[in-house]
């Protein structure tokens, strides 16, 4: 990856836009095959590299969940975002009234804002 003010271009090249503790991004909604029907968003790997800086060698809480406040459209809250092993990403859950408010379902591509809830290697 380049180095010095080519960083942040390397970054956005690979769909991860970031200020320090937040991330802006484009992802195809999901929905979860599991029990209850969970509707996803996968981050880019660019940004699970960056939450990875961002937070250094720790985890997470439960299960590696982290805190986060999430935006799609005017729809903003605060949820976990949890590691996924498939992806190598983080999955953002979108919640019912976020896609409702939104008018937005599985299969659709939405832009989101992430904003990470913790300190810097927390």
């Known amino acids: 990856m380049p180095d010095g003010s080519d960083t ?7 769909g991860c836009n970031f200020m320090l503790d937040r991330l802006d991004f484009t992802g195809k ?3 979860s095959a599991g029990p209850g029907g969970w509707t996803f968003v996968t981050l880019p790997p660019a940004c699970a590299d960056q ?3 961002f937070t ?11 805190k986060v ?5 005017e729809a903003e809250w605060s949820t976990t ?3 996924d092993k498939a992806s190598g990403s983080f999955l953002l859950p979108v ?3 976020v896609r409702k408010k939104e008018k937005i ?10 904003w990470l809830q913790v300190p810097p290697g927390f």
């Open 8 to 14: 942040t271009q390397a970054w956005q090249d690979r």
């Open 69 to 73: 406040k999430a935006r799609i459209g």
């Open 56 to 66: 250094g060698s720790r985890k997470g809480g439960a299960w590696g969940m982290i």
């Open 81 to 83: 975002i949890w590691p």
């Open 105 to 114: 379902a599985a299969g659709d591509t939405v832009d989101v804002s992430l």
């Open 51 to 53: 939450i990875r800086f």
């Open 95 to 97: 919640k019912s009234a």
């Open 29 to 31: 909604l999901w929905l």
